[in-house]
């Protein structure tokens, strides 16, 4: 039987570049094709609407395999990333317990921060484990991280593996500077040496933190987290090698804690750049062997976009956040509980984080293809693209002396923080957006009562100590707190929709409307719609409104604006829902409060918070 070598659509003529784009400007009727359908990325480059195989013809990141020099598409041939659940307990007795039953239910990663750094503690944490089959990461106050990982070491090897153990101890002198902006006393040339000394009998031990999931909950965007990142671990490498240390032993003790952000493909692009660029750095300190130039990356979902009202929406967002490192191709992933920005996690909680994990690898089996984005128009162009400019920023490190120097100058803490003040800006004028806080509230939910006080306590390092560094506000505090004194508040503003006229105009004005003031917290009276202005404002008055927002069209506004101006005489406050024609003339007559799409949110019910709250 003869073999049937039609492809699929060759009847078809093949269409061009273009003719696509020709047919593109003829459907937007002289709308410019840049700024209707090209996105401007916060990253500093442009993304189109559509990708072709000649956007991809010319980028080399598509000559290589997975497991092979760049690692552009991964350091393994298989995709089995580590789930690892970060341990909370009191005492080193009850974090083993909750160890054991995580890893009964599926956690093969462990993270746990140890207080009293001594040989009994340790021992007591690791009773029962597997360590040839668990990873153990490790973090305590830094003073004491040399001493935790010699511990460590010296237990993995008392139980027979130091050949198959992974795992880590976090040790980052420049926590405080990032953090707090204060200078820490330990050197990082005495202090990593001896830390890598103290590992050395454990191969698979790294002890050389990249902590850059502080810059994703700092605010900082993509390309920042992973330019300074780049910058973090080559400073590593030069004030080691300089040192003395070979470059392959000093790679070899390097892990990345990266952080997830909720941009989905571009994060996924992320974290192939990542691998590929520190593939080409390392190689620029002549290892010996090519294995020294894989990363080695965790991945922890963001807590920066997370939020305490509609906290079930933060399972959503963790989950595709969660996707985006396992498609990539991370080594290991935490999710972040949902309940974190409000309580210590519960039981309920971190299960739900571990499950999402297995849900992707037993349902979804993400764990079964290599880095299935390769070979994407779009995954590839933005993976070089994201590479083009954290490069850029890290060569931009590199020129004012390296990592190290730019943190003493406080460059790095003051780009994080404006690139943090720009998204809360954006946030407020909801350019940027969070589902159930600044957009589609749940004007029924109170959270006050869920809150509760989680202060992390001082370990007697200075950790803690108050400074001028990378200020960890997330994204939905400024309207949380909005919220909350609204919650505190001896009386709950109600905000009375006067619908009336244009029926598509009044209902689509009072659903904004309704979605505007919800985001504080207030009352919304929404109602079909009434015959004359007067019967909206006698209803008004009676139902007790503190706000009444009038929902037309704009050409209607100038006729029942006014009236219903003079009928409420200041009794409430009034607003106008749009940004009409007429809107000097209803200023000339006292009118004030207009709201539309191009208010800044935030300060607008800021301003009626400090008006109508008592």
């Known amino acids: 039987m003869a073999e049937n070598k039609e492809k699929l659509f060759e009847m078809f003529p093949p269409v061009s570049a273009e003719e696509w784009r020709a047919k593109v400007d003829v459907d937007l009727k002289g709308v410019p094709f840049e700024k209707k359908l090209v996105w401007r990325t916060s990253e500093g480059f442009n993304v189109q609407p559509m990708y072709r195989r000649e956007d991809i013809a010319s980028l080399t990141t598509t000559d290589s395999l997975p497991g092979e020099f760049p690692y552009v ?101 420049w926590k405080r500077e990032l953090k707090h902006g204060s200078k820490s006393p330990l050197n990082p040339v005495e202090a990593g040496k001896a830390i890598i000394e103290a590992s050395l009998p454990v191969q698979g031990l790294r002890v050389l933190s990249v902590d850059s999931e502080i810059f994703t909950n700092g605010g900082a965007y993509i390309y920042q987290e992973l330019g300074y990142a780049l910058s ?28 997830i952000s909720t941009n989905y493909f571009m994060e996924l692009a992320k974290f192939r750049a990542a691998r590929m660029l520190w593939a080409q750095i390392v190689e620029q300190y002549n290892p010996a062997e090519p294995e020294a130039c894989k990363m080695m990356a965790h991945a922890t979902t963001s807590k920066y976009n997370q939020t305490i009202y509609d906290a079930h929406v933060n399972l959503l967002r963790s989950q595709t956040e969660a996707m985006s490192a396992a498609l990539a191709g991370v080594d290991s992933i935490t999710v972040t509980p949902f309940d974190v920005p409000f309580k210590t996690p519960d039981e309920f909680s971190e299960r739900i984080a571990r499950n999402q994990q297995l849900l992707l690898k037993e349902e979804s089996h993400l764990d079964k293809v290599v880095d299935p984005a390769g070979g994407s128009y779009y995954i590839e162009t933005l993976t070089v693209s994201i590479a083009q400019e954290a490069w850029k920023l890290f060569l931009s490190v590199e020129e004012q002396g390296g990592f190290a120097t730019a943190l003493a100058a406080g460059s790095i803490q003051a780009a994080v923080n404006e690139s943090n003040e720009k998204r809360h800006a954006d946030m407020a004028r909801r350019k940027e957006i969070l589902l159930g806080t600044n957009q589609y509230p749940n004007i029924n939910e109170f959270a006050a009562e869920k809150i509760e006080k989680n202060e992390n306590g001082s370990c007697g390092c200075g950790c803690h100590e108050e400074g001028t560094g990378i200020a960890a506000t997330r994204l939905a505090s400024d309207f949380e707190q909005l919220r909350l004194a609204t919650e505190h508040a001896s009386n709950r503003p109600k905000v009375f929709m006067l619908t009336i006229g244009n029926l598509a105009m009044r209902l689509a004005r009072s659903q904004f409307s309704g979605n505007f003031f919800g985001c504080a917290g207030y009352e919304i009276i929404d109602n079909n719609g009434f015959p004359t202005v007067k019967d909206g404002v006698d209803a008004a008055l009676a139902a007790g409104a503190d706000i009444v927002v009038l929902c037309s069209s704009d050409d209607e506004y100038a006729e029942f604006a006014p009236e219903a101006w003079d009928l409420l005489k200041g009794k409430t406050e009034f607003v106008v829902a749009g940004a009409p024609a007429c809107t000097d003339d209803l200023k000339a007559l006292g009118i004030e409060n207009f709201i539309h799409v191009r208010s800044n949110v935030l300060d607008t019910l800021r301003s009626f918070n400090a008006k109508l709250l008592k």
């Open 73 to 173: 598409r991964g350091t393994r041939c298989n995709n089995e990333w580590l789930i690892r659940q970060e341990i909370i307990a009191e005492t080193p007795a009850e974090a083993n317990e909750k160890a054991l039953a995580a890893i009964e239910r599926g956690a093969t990663s462990l993270g746990w921060h140890i207080s009293d750094v001594n040989a009994d503690a340790l021992a007591e944490f690791l009773k029962g484990i597997d360590l040839t089959k668990t990873e153990i990461n490790l973090s305590c106050c830094m003073r004491k991280a040399v001493e935790l990982a010699g511990l460590l070491a010296q237990a993995v090897v008392a139980a027979g593996a130091a050949k198959d153990f992974r795992g880590s101890v976090k040790f980052n002198p």
């Open 232 to 259: 973090w671990g080559a400073q590593w490498l030069t004030l080691l090698t300089e040192a003395g240390l070979p470059a392959d032993l000093v790679a070899s003790k390097i892990k990345f804690d990266m952080g």
